[in-house]
T-cell receptor, first 113, second 111 residues
């Protein structure tokens, strides 16, 4: 059973640019949630998509957005990058019910210079 | 707003010793998760605790949940070097897949 696939693994961008990250969940999982991990703020919830709909959203500015496709793959986009957006971005795949287990991908390491 | 606190933040222990990591959370929750993270790596799921009094064990790790006290513990028995990592607890609320993570406990097991 394939795990959660995140691409790319590493990314270097310049301030002001935008970036798109991808997450393919475990087959059959309908929920994808995104987290940002930084040394200062720890692990913070960005948003969750379930069956192509955003079901929950964290406290991040509108520059952070996402979407989910009919095959459950999800993308997150960050526009007008800032230095503070440098982080490890993790996505988690789950079946989406309240008793679920979450499986995390390997993450995308984004560096903004 | 849900707050999740872990202590200690850093733990250095000798091989063979026992220790406990504590996870306190501020509001009612029906599920508690423990994860392990190695440097530069992703999160590895260790335990899912879904009810008051739940206890789960795997190898040298045992996790428990007391929903009335809003407390979960991760007990390490006879630590070995391979257990060196950062351990996170996370609390889930509601039906949506939102986890609130603790600050993490960096565990260093020395020979």
């Amino acid at each position: 059973k394939a795990g959660v696939t995140q691409t790319p693994r590493y990314l270097i961008k310049t301030r002001g640019q935008q970036v798109t990250l991808s997450c393919s969940p475990i087959s059959g999982h309908r929920s994808v949630s995104w987290y940002q991990q930084t040394p200062g703020q720890g692990l913070q919830f960005l948003f969750e998509y379930f069956s192509e709909t955003q079901r929950n959203k964290g406290n991040f500015p509108g520059r952070f957005s996402g979407r989910q496709f009919s095959n459950s793959r999800s993308e997150m986009n960050v526009s007008t990058l800032e230095l503070g957006d440098s982080a490890l971005y993790l996505c988690a795949s789950s079946q989406g019910d309240s008793q679920t287990r979450y499986t995390f991908g390997s993450g995308t390491r984004l560096t903004v210079v | 707003e849900l707050k999740v606190e872990q202590n200690p933040l850093f733990l250095s222990m000798q091989e063979g010793k026992n220790y406990t990591i504590y996870c306190n959370y501020s509001t009612t929750s029906d599920r508690l998760y423990w994860y392990r993270q190695d440097p530069g790596k992703s999160l590895e799921s260790l335990f899912v605790l879904l009810s008051n009094g739940a206890v789960k064990q795997e190898g040298r790790l045992m996790a428990s949940l007391d929903t009335k006290a809003r407390l979960s513990t991760l007990h390490i028995t006879a630590a070995v070097h391979d257990l060196s990592a950062t351990y996170f607890c996370a609390v889930g609320t509601g039906t949506a897949s939102k986890l609130t993570f603790g600050t993490g406990t960096r565990l260093q097991v020395t020979l």
